[in-house]
């Protein structure tokens, strides 16, 4: 290399660059966001949410480190007749087109086999263990295995179909999805999926048989009802809707048609119909809905069913209304043409809980939206957990008893502080539109709810009119207070550089789920990893971060064991005392419900898949059928392969003609699969990159010459007839494609796009990376194009370059915004960054000629520290860290995304030029074809060999002239620059690769399997000289590559095959069925009026604890002696309102008992009693009543349950009933004649044809 000493000091600042960077990775960008967020629609076009895509079968770097999901989750396809066509035969490749990969000791100079032109050093060449390729294997090793019930889909099959929620009865799997409901039937859950010729969708071909609804609107919550045998779905329409649980059953489906009267049919493939009917009419005859109404205005957030058997719904703005059970019940007796009446009739029960707490325009809860409803059996009182803050209500009166923060804090929002998050101007004009609404709903029409919304411009007029005599003084002071203002905001950016990121402290609390242990403790989750436990009556008691900064998405329990699910795909197995037993990555995307069913802990991510994490893990099981399992490897295992062309240019801010583009890609695309395209230089004018870097800030990219290149390498591979272009990522002049086959298209999905500028500052996309991430068969591939720093002595900063493009690049789905709204918000965020750049350079200057220079740099240092701070917090337990209460962030939690691929190819004007040699030499070498020698001249191989960027990757021999530098226009070798730089010729655009081989394995060594999934080989790599359209000749680079997959459907069957038959398995499932041997005291008790008994209930292990719950089966009334009392069930099995038993739930520890009041109480309104008489004292309804409790009995973790029946009798004494103490306080109590405690006898009656 030319030298001096300007290069020599070059070359050290380079040095200490790339030690800086190197030493402390950068930490991922990608932003955090709840899914109820993202449910909601509040999607910004600037952030571009990065999801973590690890795959199965990676193993824990660390101690306590987690291995990373197995989302090996594409269906098993096999080659169709027209993929056939294609050239796809097993072949062994030439070897002067195989990279050796043979790891190199830093220092060494000896070429690699084959004439070396290629590989760089494995992984163990520098030891950094982000570019080690990544481990696989057939099961995964660091977590329980699982049962697959609906493998991974494609994002792109799923549109409009996304899965939401999931909740389980005793004999199904329900899930709410964004067209309706489906069901699994536990049954069925090990059967195979109907495959391609199934009459499903794409996307389920390898799920479990399922049943399917009708279109709905989206669903956002479920509940199941299992008293009478419903579930219940909340939706976006704000509708609430039943569904029967035992009429879509295969049995009831059969006797249905035998009767004539079948109307549904298995619309989720599972099995055939029991009618006659084609596979077109089967896949469209969805089982319909039950009773609905029109429950809120807006969606339907959260729903529960109190220990009463009310219905409790949640939605925006924070409102919560109660449907009574006595209405729903008489709805559901209805036929179904009288659908209409009662939807009406449940509409018109509605009590709408914030406005009885709104006093003078002041409401006692906040304004933001309910996130979830809990409901407390044991003490008979219900949750409302809202962001910021929590309500507790009496289940039973309806009544609240507290409203207290996130810090435990008690809140009184009546005395006139505004509260909630908007302020309280915002929250009194919620809280005017949501009565208005409540009024609506309660039978008004939607004419008298608009009265409210005239009274909103009323304070602001006020207000306005309070400061116009005001204005002589204000025009006075306007220079005066606008530097007071800036100054204000000085200090405020002062305030945040000090205090890092405590000043979002608030934000980062906000609850996401919420619920109650067996021992009545209650604990819920907040987005910054905080998992707070809580009392009954809402005192905190302590809270836990054992994954910091991770947020929590969901909870469930079984026994005394807390399952957590984090929106980076972990699962957490917490004890009681908030113990960590276990720790796994579950899936490769936030963890969006957890549901217990028949043995198995089920877990839906946010891409749609659905697992099962068996209830006894950890224990001797797992390591049977991970044993077993890899044991039929060869059962479950599919291979395939396909070829992908890669194309790269630096176009030179160039337009080529057609017959270039065929040159170049149209000529060689004929046998491949999938094309990607990356260019360099499209457009590199400075006004375009200003603009393109303002367009990146708020989340939009690309450009009219962008669009000009899609559609002319579009008209050379043949878009719309022979390739479908599925994916791009334009940054400045940077441009990444993607082209996919047309009979290839359906195995190729989950396209996610990213970009990393390496230009000044790190801001700029002059120079940089784009990058496409796809999933093929199974597996994740990567493919980024670069442009790396220019000048022949740069050596040391394109070694920095593709570090920082390597460490940074995270991937996500690209944000396309509707075309007049999204139009519309562009330009008023463009205008808002243009206003924000003015204000900040005012600021600076105010800053400036106030604290000078080096108060400005501390400022910008503290900001910078906070911001770096932010990252690391957010995604130092994003990548799956570990269980410790401080996490450092280390690299491996850091761990870059492209490190979790099992391919990744990096392609582009990568500018390594030739060194130690002059330009005639190179001249001459090139006309004489003598490779081998300019080779060993060549920037990028020495790098490679010494460790020092594309750690562990490969390039194919290199039998083409260098493709820079060209005189435009001018064919043959004889272009070469020859102006009055003379630029040595060099190797620029390049091609480097690495797969899943390990080490220096070839092709030909290493055999495709579900240890090694993706192996690759280069059957073609050259450039194309005779195109002249710019400097820089087009390269292409063709792999060969064979895909080793799990067939989802064979491996599930195989699952339950082994636990069927396996001994051993069923020798230890038989011992964890052993329930400990309990007693209750008496199986009868008799009450009159404001009597109380003692339940008890004792424990007769002296090894194992007992967890028992108490439910009410049904109540009947009193006939005549000797006839049989038909018993009716209240919802999800509710007490009725004159009972109260206390604790209806707990934990009995060994050799132990526990007590359990059984209390009668009168319950009536102020409106039943007249002189404090019960007005209907003397009807039916008074009449001595008998409720069966049901005491269910299980140990701490045993997967059977026994029970015991009380029968318990109201028996009315001969005195007039009075009103005592207790009920007259309720008195100044706003109340509803619905409250009223009894109903009628031909209320129940009438429920009897629901009964299970």
């Known amino acids: 290399m030319d030298g001096g000493g300007n290069e020599n000091k070059v070359e050290d600042e380079d040095k200490q660059a790339l030690a800086g960077l190197s030493s402390v990775p950068n930490p991922h960008r990608a932003k955090v966001q709840s899914y109820s967020q993202q449910l909601r629609g509040e999607r910004k076009l600037h952030h571009r949410q990065g999801r973590k895509h690890s795959l199965d079968d990676i193993p824990a770097s660390g101690g306590s480190r987690p ?42 100079s000896s070429p690699g086999p084959g004439g070396g032109g290629g590989s760089g050093p494995g992984a163990g060449g520098k030891g950094e263990a982000i570019f080690k390729v990544p481990m696989r294997a057939a099961v995964h090793p660091g977590r329980p295995p699982c049962l697959e019930l609906r493998p991974h889909p494609l994002r792109e099959t799923q549109v409009g179909k996304f899965l939401r929620n999931i909740a389980c009865t005793e004999t199904q799997l329900w899930a709410g999805q964004e067209s309706g409901v489906r069901f699994w039937r536990f049954d069925r859950i090990y059967d195979p999926g109907c495959g391609l010729g199934g009459k499903v969708r794409r996307g389920d071909e390898d799920a479990a048989p399922f049943d399917e609804s009708a279109s709905t609107s989206p669903t956002f919550c479920l509940m199941v009802d299992a008293a009478n045998g419903l579930v219940w779905s909340g939706h976006k329409d704000g509708k609430i809707r039943s569904w029967k649980t035992d009429q879509y059953s295969a049995p009831a489906a059969a006797a249905a048609a035998a009767a004539g009267e079948q109307e549904v049919v298995d619309g989720g493939g599972g099995g055939q119909p029991p009618q006659q009917v084609d596979a077109a009419a089967a896949a469209n005859a969805p089982f319909k809905e039950g009773l609905s ?92 957990a809202q962001s910021l803050t929590f309500s507790i209500w009496d289940a039973r009166t309806k009544e609240l008893l507290r409203v207290f923060n996130i810090d435990g804090q008690t809140e009184n929002r009546v005395d006139g502080s505004g509260g909630g998050e908007k302020g309280q101007q915002q929250q009194q004009q919620q809280q005017q539109e949501s009565s208005g609404h409540g009024g609506e709903e309660g039978g008004a ?79 819920s989750g907040c987005t910054n990893g905080l998992i707070i436990q809580w009392d009954g009556n809402g005192n905190r008691v302590q809270d836990f971060n054992l994954l910091n900064g991770t947020a929590v998405q969901c909870f469930c329990t079984y026994g005394t064991r807390i399952y957590v699910g984090y929106v980076s795909g972990i699962i957490q197995m917490l004890d009681l005392e908030g113990h960590l037993l276990q720790m796994w990555v579950a899936h490769s995307n936030p963890v969006l419900k957890l549901a217990v069913g028949k043995g198995y802990v089920y877990s839906l991510a946010s891409h749609g898949g659905i697992r099962g994490w068996n209830t006894l893990s950890p224990s001797p099981i797992d390591q049977i059928l991970r044993s077993e399992l890899a044991g039929k490897e060869l059962t479950y295992t599919r291979k395939d392969q396909f070829r992908v062309l890669i194309g790269t240019w630096n176009v030179g801010q160039g337009r080529p003609s057609q017959e270039a583009m065929m040159a170049w890609l149209g000529s060689t695309a004929s046998d491949v699969g999938i094309v990607v395209v990356g260019l360099q230089e499209v457009d590199m004018g400075a006004g375009f990159l200003a603009m393109s870097a303002a367009k990146e800030t708020v989340g939009l990219e690309g450009s009219a010459i962008g669009q000009w290149w899609l559609d002319n390498i579009g008209k050379a591979l043949g878009e719309g007839s022979v390739f479908e272009r599925m994916g791009s990522r334009q940054l400045a002049g940077l441009l990444v494609s993607l082209w996919v086959r047309k009979n290839m298209r359906q195995h190729v999905g989950d396209v996610d796009a990213g970009a990393v500028p390496c230009g000044f500052g790190r801001a700029i996309g002059n120079k940089g990376g784009v990058g496409l991430r796809i999933r093929v068969r199974d597996r994740i591939m990567c493919f980024v194009n670069c442009h790396l720093a220019a000048h022949l002595e740069a050596v040391n900063r394109r070694n920095a370059d593709f570090d920082h493009i390597y460490r940074n690049m995270v991937f996500g789905k690209p944000t396309i915004p509707n075309a007049a709204a999204g139009m519309l918000l ?49 995604n130092s337990g994003g ?32 500018n390594y030029r030739l060194f130690g040699i002059s330009y005639d030499e190179a001249r001459d070498f090139v006309s004489q074809r003598c490779f081998d020698w ?41 272009g070469y620059d020859s102006g009055e730089k003379k630029r040595i010729p060099a190797w620029c655009d390049r ?25 690759s080989a280069v059957i073609q790599y050259e450039a194309v000289m005779e195109v002249t359209e710019s400097d820089h000749k087009p390269v292409r680079c063709k792999f060969h590559i064979q895909v080793a997959h799990t067939d989802r459907s064979v491996r599930r069957q195989e699952f339950g095959e082994i636990l069927k038959t396996n001994e051993k398995i069923q020798s230890l499932l038989e011992e964890s069925r052993v329930v400990p041997e309990t007693a209750i005291s008496t199986n009868s008790i008799a009450l009159q009026n404001q009597d109380t008994a003692i339940l008890r209930i004792a424990n007769k292990s002296a090894a194992d604890k007992v967890v028992f719950r108490i439910y009410c089966e049904g109540q009947a009334n009193f006939k005549d002696e000797g006839d049989e009392a038909e018993y009716h069930a209240r919802g999800n099995h509710g007490f009725p309102r004159w009972l109260e038993v206390t604790p209806a739930a707990g934990i009995i520890k060994p050799d132990n008992s526990m007590e359990v009041s059984v209390h009668h109480e009168e319950f009536h309104t102020l409106e039943d009693l007249v002189d404090g008489i019960p007005q209907n004292w003397w009807c039916e309804d008074t009449r001595d009543k008998e409720v069966i409790l049901v005491v269910v009995v299980q140990g701490s973790s045993s997967t059977e349950v026994t029970t015991h029946r009380v029968h ?10 009075r009103a005592d103490s207790k009920s007259g306080s309720r008195r100044g109590q706003k109340s509803d004649p619905r409250q009223q405690s009894g109903a009628s006898a031909a209320t129940n009656d009438s429920r009897s044809s629901q009964k299970p």
């Open 445 to 523: 029409t939607p004419q008298e709810a608009l009265p409210a919304v005239p009274e909103k411009p009323e304070k602001p007029a006020k207000e306005g009119k309070g400061k116009s005599g005001n204005k002589k003084e204000k025009g006075q002071g306007f220079l005066q207070r606008s530097r007071n203002a800036i100054m204000g905001a000085a200090d405020a950016v002062r305030r945040v550089a000090t205090r890092g990121t405590n000043v979002f402290v608030d934000d980062s609390k906000k609850t996401e789920a919420i619920v109650m242990t067996a021992d009545g403790m209650v604990w």
């Open 934 to 974: 300019l080779r060993e001249r060549d920037q990028l191989r020495a790098e490679m060999k010494a460790g020092r960027v594309f750690q562990g990757m490969h390039e194919a021999n290199i039998t083409f002239p260098p493709t820079y530098k060209f005189e435009r226009n001018v064919p043959g070798l004889g």
């Open 879 to 910: 990548g799956g860290g570990g269980g410790n209460n401080n996490n450092n962030g280390s690299s491996e939690d850091t761990k870059p995304e492209l490190s979790d691929a099992d391919m990744v190819v990096f392609f582009g004007d990568f």
């Open 826 to 874: 562009t330009i008023l965020r463009f205008l808002f960054c243009c206003c924000s750049l003015a204000f900040s350079t005012y600021l600076i200057w105010i800053l400036y000629y106030t604290y000078g220079v080096p108060f400005i740099l501390s400022v910008a240092a503290g900001v910078s520290s906070s911001s770096h701070t932010l990252k690391s917090d957010k």
């Open 991 to 1015: 091609v480097i690769f690495r797969d899943t081989r390990p080490g220096s394995a070839t092709p030909s060594q290493c055999e495709c399997s579900l240890e090694c999934p993706v192996v």
């Open 1208 to 1217: 318990v009798r109201h028996c009315l004494s001969a005195n007039t009933l």
């Open 293 to 384: 109404w029109q429950a809120h205005k807006g969606p339907v957030l959260s729903m529960v069913m109190s220990s009463y058997g009310d219905l409790w719904s949640g939605s925006e703005g924070g409102v919560i209304k109660i449907w009574p059970w006595e209405s729903i019940e008489k709805s559901l007796s209805l036929k179904s043409e009288e659908k209409r009446m009662a939807a009406l009739l449940v509409e018109r029960s509605a009590i709408d809980l914030r406005s009885q707490v709104t006093v003078n325009g002041n409401c006692s809860i906040s304004s933001s939206d309910v996130k979830c409803l809990l409901s407390d059996n044991i003490r008979a009182k219900l949750w409302c």
């Open 67 to 108: 291995l990373s999901s197995s989302d090996d989750d594409f269906s098993n396809y096999s080659l169709d007749e027209e993929e056939a066509t294609l050239d796809l035969k097993p072949f062994t490749p030439l070897s002067e087109f195989v990279a050796a990969g043979s790891p190199a000791a830093a220092g060494s």
